[in-house]
């Protein structure tokens, strides 16, 4: 731990401790452990309980950022000897660098690590999947396991339409700023599984999904594309996403266009049905966390520390990265000007427009907020943007913002961190943070400034989790929430 000079804590220390306590409290394995529970021959899945010896087969099926961490959590609560006596088995897609050895459930290498997009090992495994479901009977139980990230790790293009045609669909609508609800209401009608293929696949009695939620609000179809939960959204819908954002000009196949057209006139296509042709087998679905868990633990943690803490989990969409980092930086000067809260723990999920390829640089949504807020609290009052005078960064300010999957952008850091130390670095170097930010290129920023955090895989997912500490003199020690108007932009 750093301490200042003058004998206490440094801010940096105590933001990273209370990010580190939001993530603890989302660990996949402990909140399957949280759900599911064995007594005897009873399973009880949520509140629902399941005679186990009535039960053939159980099978595990699904894919996510935090599927790793989901099996050994599933795997402890089932225990050995159901292991043994149903033949639990199943295969779950995960990034490459989340597979380790399991008991019964396979850890499929879907992509690789850092390359958020569909590959041909995540087509192979997902067809592997389907077709495990397919060969269930009445008196079998599937459990899928899906988090944040699944769209990507789950991939089943609809016949017509191939692998790169989806990766170039979701390249195009991600560089034009388009959201993970935008995002998926293409995606879900250009494959097999999303948008409830895997249920109407499934031939089992029962399915029961268990989800860490990624999106905000929990909106169950939308998380890893809802492949439990029937699809709501229409290929007109779609089709008005790609027009929105420009289709012709992003580089949207012109075959993505044409499938959705003829979907949208009433054309059939291959989309995965129930074996038998009848209703698929009944589905439980459990969101067994969200930012909101991570959020109000992040809070706790905060309080145990000492500080006064405000706390808000963003329920809908937010905006543009920059603008909820000038927000960010907006309260860090209301809470050094102003008696109250000295903690601010946000949750949520920005986008990030990008420049085009030729003048883009490395970055994510989490590293381009925190330079964002930098540029506002280090920019003179009525300033143009001339980066020749600058105000000095507050000396009792961090700003902190990471991703809970240890993933931000392309990149192997999960975020960044400001504070006087990164400041002092800007200034040495003589860096240019407002034409870092211009062209998307936080990643080399905060790697020359020493800001960059980075975590590795955390086999869990629950959007980003943001904290911002001030110190005033005496207003350490204080502890118990107070009120503050958080109006996060959304």
Known sequence: ?????????????????????????????????????????????????????RVGRVVVVGGGKAGAGMVVGLERALGEEVLARHRVEGLVNVPADCVHATQAIRLHAARPPGVNEPRAEGVAGTAAMLELVAGLAETDVCIALLSGGGSALLPAPVEGISLDDKIAVTRALSAAGANIAELNAVRKQLSRVKGGGLARACAAGRLFALIVSDVLGDPLDVIASGPTVENSSTPAEALAVLER???????????????????????????????????????????????????????????????RHAMHAAATLEGQAEEVGRHLAQ????????????????????????????????????????????????????????????????????????????????????????????????????????????RNDAYHFFAATGGLLKTGPTHTNVCDLRVVLVRRGGSRGRSGQAAMDVAIVE
């Open 331 to 438: 309260m860090a000067l209301r809470m050094l000007s102003t008696d109250g809260p000295d903690c601010l723990v946000t949750g949520g999920e920005p986008v990030v427009k990008l420049v085009p390829p030729e003048h883009r640089g490395l970055g994510g949504r989490n590293q381009q907020l925190v330079l964002a807020a930098y540029v506002a609290l280090t920019r003179p009052p009525n300033s143009m943007g001339s980066c020749e005078v600058r105000s000095p960064f507050p000396a009792d300010a961090v700003l902190l913002s990471a991703g809970t999957d240890g993933e931000d952008g392309p990149t192997d850091a999960a975020g960044a961190v400001v504070d006087a130390a990164v400041a002092a670095a800007v200034l040495e170097r003589r860096l240019d943070a407002a034409d870092y930010l211009a």
């Open 1 to 53: 731990m750093t301490f200042s000079d003058d004998g206490r804590r440094s801010l940096r220390d105590d933001a990273w401790r209370i990010w580190r306590a939001g993530l603890e409290a989302v660990r996949a394995d402990r909140l399957v452990e949280r759900f599911v529970r064995r007594d005897g021959d009873l399973l009880s899945i949520g509140d629902e309980a399941v005679d186990l010896r």
């Open 245 to 307: 954002f420009g289709s012709e000009q992003a580089g949207i196949p012109r075959s993505v266009v044409k499938f959705l057209e003829r979907q949208a006139a009433g054309e059939p296509h291959d989309r995965t049905r129930s074996p038998s042709g009848e209703a698929p087998c009944r589905a439980t679905n459990l969101v067994i966390g969200n930012n909101a868990t991570a959020v109000d633990a992040a809070g706790m943690e905060a309080e145990r520390l000492g500080y």
